[in-house]
């Protein structure tokens, strides 16, 4: 397989069922296909294993998040009432310093209800948002492993092109 695939994006999708978490269902939810979820979860199994690069965006991300045992916000308005609203427009993330994106301070996409709520094991918190929420993610001790709450694809901005030129950069790099 390692010779086959030099990095896994992981896209956009659906909503990932609380059970995954631990949880039972407490808000209205479109969830993704269960056969997705579950070829997901065996493709960053195996992926991990021969420490590729991987990026999760947005469902991706926080898939990745519960795969290594995080939980969610089943839905930010419910649970986090304080919260701006995540599910359209713009909102500004403070990026820390890492060596996969820019850092700093600037405006995103909004286009979730879930979040991340307890990070996975081993995961930082790369980005969160001026409410609280957790916008990036990044594996320790790993090559790239990086997931963003935004969808840098719909962006037109350099800051966004960095993420993608990380993860090409890393998949050469890995070969």
């Known amino acids: 397989m390692s010779s086959r695939l030099d990095g896994l994006i992981i896209p956009g999708g659906g909503d990932l069922p609380p059970s995954l978490y631990g949880e039972t269902s407490r808000f209205p939810a479109k969830v993704e296909c269960p056969e997705r979820i579950d070829f997901e979860f065996l493709l960053l199994h195996a ?3 021969i420490k590729k690069p991987v990026l999760g ?3 991706g991300m926080q898939l990745m998040n519960v795969f290594l045992g995080g939980s969610l916000y089943q839905d930010i308005e419910g649970q986090l ?3 701006h609203r995540h599910t359209e427009g713009e909102h500004l993330v403070e990026v820390g310093m890492n060596p996969h994106m820019t850092s700093g301070c600037r405006v995103v996409n909004s ?3 879930q979040a991340v709520r307890k990070l996975g094991t081993g995961l930082d918190c790369l980005a969160r ?3 609280g929420v957790i916008e990036a993610l990044v ?3 790993y090559g790239f492993f990086v997931g963003v709450q935004w969808h840098p694809e719909r962006m037109r901005d350099a800051s966004s092109a960095v993420i993608f030129t990380a993860f090409i ?3 050469r790099a890995c070969k």
């Open 139 to 141: 594996l320790r001790d």
């Open 47 to 49: 992926i991990i294993k």
């Open 129 to 131: 948002s001026r409410d």
């Open 169 to 171: 950069e890393a998949c």
């Open 111 to 113: 286009s979730h209800h």
């Open 81 to 83: 009432p304080e919260a």
């Open 57 to 59: 965006i947005c469902y």
